[in-house]
C-alpha cells in the first residue's frame, strides 16, 4: 500500500500486513505520517510536556517564551 506522508509529501510504501496498515485503512489516506516526521513531532511534544513551555517565532524578532 502507497502512502503519502501530510507533512514532508513523501510517499511511502507500507506492509499491508501490519496491524497499523490495517488501522490506515480504515481512515482517509492523508492522516499518514511518515516515521520520521511522527518522531519529530512527539520528540517536540514529549519536549513541551517536559519543560511546560512554548515558544513561537515571529518574524524580525527573537523566539519568544509563552508560559
Ligand atoms: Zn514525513
Known amino acids: 500500500m502507497r502512502v503519502k506522508c ?8 507500507i ?4 496491524p497499523s ?6 481512515r482517509p489516506i492523508h492522516t499518514y ?3 520520521e516526521c511522527h518522531e519529530r513531532i ?3 511534544t514529549e519536549q513541551r510536556i ?3 513551555q512554548f515558544f513561537v517565532y515571529r518574524s524580525g524578532k527573537q ?4 508560559q
Open 6 to 13: 501530510v507533512i514532508c509529501d513523501k510517499i511511502e510504501s
Open 15 to 18: 506492509d499491508d500486513h501490519l
Open 21 to 26: 496498515t490495517k488501522k490506515l485503512r480504515n
Open 33 to 35: 505520517m511518515c516515521e
Open 42 to 44: 512527539s520528540e517536540k
Open 50 to 52: 517536559s519543560t511546560g
Open 63 to 66: 523566539k519568544e517564551w509563552l
